[in-house]
């Protein structure tokens, strides 16, 4: 494939991501500072894709430049692995990549004991516990998960959560926008 096949790709490409994450042109634009006619012209084919262009978008998208345009899959081309960022002491893996929507974190917090210092802040939140246990000060409670349970709880109540001191814990944690729920569906036990 060459370089202009590619090229001619990514429009479409482009479009696709865009809708898939039901974004506006208007939206976007406001979170790239592309104008709305240079990103119709982008994905119609009518302007050539430069870096400067494509950054800000897959910045925008969270998604890797690569996936942008068109780059081969290494490995099994279902698992798109992300970089693990480092932040207050743990590693978070992203699992999602819509900005503004529901946010999905694999979390690992090494073996140490902090002294809780509860936070603020909107949204709401989800942990799942996947292995080792969880100290989790939500408000005047505290409490401990352990591998299989789980807690949500509206971020305005001041809470932490991290390792109880005996070990590392990996937890999942869900955060989306104030009022959002999650929505669980579940069979029916049969009569």
């Given at each position: 494939?060459?370089?202009?096949?590619?090229?001619?790709?990514?429009?479409?490409r482009?479009?696709?991501?865009?809708?898939?994450?039901?974004?506006?042109l208007?939206?976007?634009?406001?979170?790239?500072?592309i104008s709305?006619?240079?990103?119709?012209?982008?994905?119609?084919?009518?302007?050539?894709?430069?870096l400067?262009l494509?950054?800000?978008?897959?910045?925008?998208?969270?998604?890797?430049?690569?996936?942008?345009?068109g780059?081969?899959?290494?490995?099994d081309?279902?698992?798109?692995?992300?970089?693990?960022?480092?932040?207050y002491?743990?590693?978070?893996?992203?699992?999602?990549?819509?900005?503004?929507g529901?946010?999905?974190?694999?979390?690992?917090?090494p073996?140490?004991?902090?002294?809780p210092?509860?936070?603020?802040?909107?949204?709401?939140?989800?942990l799942?516990?996947?292995?080792?246990?969880?100290?989790?000060?939500?408000?005047?409670?505290?409490?401990?998960?352990?591998?299989?349970?789980?807690?949500?709880?509206?971020t305005?109540?001041?809470?932490?959560?991290g390792?109880?001191?005996?070990?590392?814990?990996?937890?999942l944690?869900?955060?989306?926008?104030?009022?959002?729920r999650?929505?669980?569906?579940?069979?029916?036990?049969?009569?």
């Open positions: 494939m060459t370089t202009d096949d590619v090229l001619a790709e990514v429009g479409a482009l479009r696709r991501i865009r809708k898939e994450r039901e974004v506006t208007a939206a976007l634009s406001e979170a790239t500072g709305v006619s240079t990103l119709s012209r982008l994905e119609s084919g009518l302007r050539k894709p430069s400067e494509l950054l800000p978008i897959a910045q925008a998208h969270q998604v890797p430049l690569d996936e942008l345009v780059a081969p899959p290494v490995g081309p279902r698992i798109r692995a992300s970089q693990p960022i480092q932040r002491g743990r590693t978070f893996w992203p699992l999602t990549r819509q900005p503004g529901l946010q999905a974190y694999k979390v690992v917090e073996q140490r004991k902090l002294e210092e509860p936070r603020t802040h909107e949204g709401y939140e989800w799942y516990v996947m292995s080792g246990k969880l100290r989790l000060v939500l408000g005047e409670h505290d409490v401990v998960l352990v591998a299989g349970e789980a807690a949500e709880f509206d305005r109540v001041p809470h932490w959560f390792s109880t001191g005996e070990g590392p814990v990996e937890f944690s869900l955060f989306g926008a104030q009022g959002e999650m929505h669980v569906r579940a069979r029916p036990k049969r009569a």
